[in-house]
Structures are given as C-alpha cells and as structure tokens.
C-alpha cells in the first residue's frame, strides 16, 4: 500500500460526458502528479501541483484540468470525454518538488469511455 | 521533449535464467528511476540512481546508469515468477525540469 488514495477505481461513461477524478495524497507529501497510461502512448506526464499551486505542465488537454485543495488532495477533471480518453489515470505523490523526488503511485482510475 | 527507449518490449524466460532490459535516451538526464508494476497496480520505486556510471545492487536485481547518464540497465539474475511485471525507466531532465519522463516499459513475464 503506497498510501496514496484513488478514487473511483472503475468509471464508465459516455462521450460528451465529464467526470471528477479524485485522489489523496501520502500523509506529509505537498506534491500531487496526474499520469495518463494507455497501451500505446505508456506513462505520460499530465500535471503537478505543489502545496496547492500547479508546478509543472505536461500533454494536459484544453479539455482536462486539475487543482490541489488545501487540505491537498488533488481533483482531476475530465469534460467533453472522447473515446481515445479511455485509459488509466494514475496519481501520485511526493514530499517536495525537486528535482530527483522519489514518486508514490496510487493504484489508478480506470476510465472507460464508451 | 526527452525521449526513453526501452529495449525489449516483451521478454517471457523461464525461472532461474538471467536478463538484462534497457533504458536508452539521447537526453542527459539527472537521474533516472526504475519502477516496476503489476495488474491493477500502480509503479513501484525501485532504485534510484543519479551519478554517471553507478552501480545499485537490490537483491537479484542490479541497476546501472552510464557514464554519459543517457542510459540505464536493470539486470536480474535468476528470474522468479515474482518477477513477473512491467519494468519502467524514467528520468528527471536537467535544468528547471521538474517533469519525469516514463519510458514505455519492458513487460517481463517469468514463467515457472
């Protein structure tokens, strides 16, 4: 058990659709990511928030958006769904924001857009 | 945007023998991560290594990171059915960076 929290586990829905992603963050880490995993594109990096505050952008859509509450867990937004959305959504987690920042994965949304 | 190869993509070997994967990129990076997931699972941190040329022993698995600090390899000797997973390399670029890059992963399958 990582310590980090996802929830749902499993999402179906349909096109057009939106959809709330919600994780927790390890207990003391400030850091939150949001990954994508499909068969094709691997493990892509979609956005970092540190302390409530986005640090760092990556292959994030128009379409998708995230934030950091204070109390640190993270939302992930999803709207306007397509069926290429479908893939797993992973968060995770650290204590800072540097450089070699050791990562805590949670075990994942599986989204399913159909 | 720094690219990680990964070589091979699929690996299937019997129990007890020895394999070597790849992490190979054209970018310099300032450390490289490798993480290994199963089924329904999330990455698990493995190692971490960070100074050209250093060797990280876990048990039967020992880690490598070249001297030019673009590539890693990750050995395991004697492979066991516990093995068994997909074996990501990711590394943090230089500078402000602060994005870990995922390689695609080697998916190890340790047959019994």
Do not use: M
């Not at chain 1, 995230?66 to 306007?80: G, K, M, R, V, Y």
């Amino acid at each position: 058990d990582s310590g980090v929290t996802q929830t749902p586990k499993h999402l179906i829905t349909a096109t057009g659709q939106r959809v709330t992603l919600r994780c927790s963050p390890r207990s003391g880490d400030l850091s939150v990511y949001w990954y994508q995993q499909s068969l094709d594109q691997g493990l892509q990096f979609l956005i970092q928030y540190y302390n409530g505050e986005e640090r760092a952008k990556g292959n994030i859509l128009e379409r998708f958006s995230a934030q950091q509450f204070p109390d640190l867990h993270s939302e992930l937004n999803l709207s306007s769904l397509e069926l290429g959305d479908s893939a797993l959504y992973f968060c995770a987690s650290s204590v800072w924001a540097t450089r070699n920042e050791k990562l805590f994965f949670g075990s994942g949304t599986q989204l399913s857009v159909l | 945007t720094q690219l990680l190869e990964q070589s091979p993509q699929f690996l299937s070997i019997q129990e007890g023998e020895n394999l070597t994967v790849y992490c190979n990129s054209s970018s310099v990076f300032s450390s490289l991560q490798w993480y290994r997931q199963e089924p329904g699972e999330g990455p698990v941190l493995l190692v971490t290594v960070v100074t050209g040329g250093e060797v990280k022993k876990l048990k039967r698995l020992t880690f490598q990171f070249g001297d030019a600090r673009k590539d890693s390899s990750l050995h395991i000797t004697a492979a066991q059915p516990g093995d068994t997973g997909l074996y990501l390399c990711a590394g943090y670029s230089g500078g402000s960076n602060y994005k870990l890059t995922f390689g695609k992963g080697t998916l190890l399958t340790v047959n019994p």
